[in-house]
């Protein structure tokens, strides 16, 4: 059973035409996250929601936005793409955990792959 | 920002033979884990060792941590064509007010040949 879900798995969008990428999750987990991913990289956080606090890394570009409108979905919109923003992009989920244990296991959906013509 | 560092960057062994991983991070820690990513997926969690545990076994897998050396192994035993994958290591920070940020390391790309 699909537990992260990602939509669409390519996309194509043109420099500068803001794309909407979506996630959905089934696992009720209350913190859920989006990664950007480079050829032979590691993953890197972009930012994240515990419920509906938002959480942007500092080093985020403004370019990215995110939207969480309710437990189940989360969507990265980025407005104006640039050909650097080509990329892999992961949504992921966790649990939260009890104050001090750190963070626990994160899942992980299939990812977005996006090309920038 | 990226914390741990994955040794070596890619390594090619026999279906059989023993695989080792390192990985190496900079700040104090509550916990440390293994995830694998097969080509163009998603990543699936492997293993979570907490800052208290030295050792820890699941399956083919064992993982060490040494919070002294700021470093952590993960060993694969007889390894199978399906392992090939990369395989990345992600460290919570212990006194971050980044809620529940992981930083992941660059990734270990290992390759199995039959």
């Known amino acids: 059973d699909a537990m992260v879900i990602q939509n669409p798995r390519y996309q194509v969008t043109q420099f500068g035409k803001p794309v909407t990428l979506s996630c959905s999750q089934t696992l009720n987990h209350n913190v859920m996250y989006w990664y950007q991913q480079k050829s032979s990289q590691a993953p890197k956080l972009l930012f994240h929601y515990y419920d509906k606090d938002f959480n942007n890394e500092a080093d985020t570009p403004d370019n990215f936005q995110s939207r969480r409108p309710n437990t189940s979905f989360c969507f990265l919109d980025i407005r104006s793409p640039g050909l650097g923003d080509a990329a892999m992009y992961l949504c992921?989920?966790?649990?939260?955990?009890?104050?001090?244990?750190?963070?626990?296991?994160?899942?992980f959906g299939p990812g977005t792959r996006l090309t920038v013509t | 920002s990226q914390q741990g560092e994955e040794d070596p960057q890619a390594l090619s062994i026999q279906e059989g033979e023993n695989a080792t991983m390192n990985c190496s991070y900079k700040?104090?820690?509550?916990?440390l884990q293994w995830y694998r990513q097969n080509s163009g997926r998603g990543l699936v969690h492997l293993i979570l060792?907490?800052?208290?545990?030295r050792e820890k076994h699941s399956g083919r897998l064992r993982v060490t941590l040494d919070t002294s050396k700021k470093s952590s192994s993960l060993l694969i035993t007889a390894s199978r064509a399906a392992d090939t994958a990369s395989y990345f290591c992600a460290t919570d920070a212990a006194y971050s007010n980044s809620g529940y940020a992981l930083n992941f390391g660059k990734g270990t790309s290992l390759l199995v040949t039959p």
């Open positions: 992921a989920t966790s649990r939260t955990t009890v104050v001090g244990t750190g963070v626990g296991e994160q899942y």
């Open positions: 700040t104090s820690i509550n916990n």
């Open positions: 060792i907490r800052s208290n545990e």
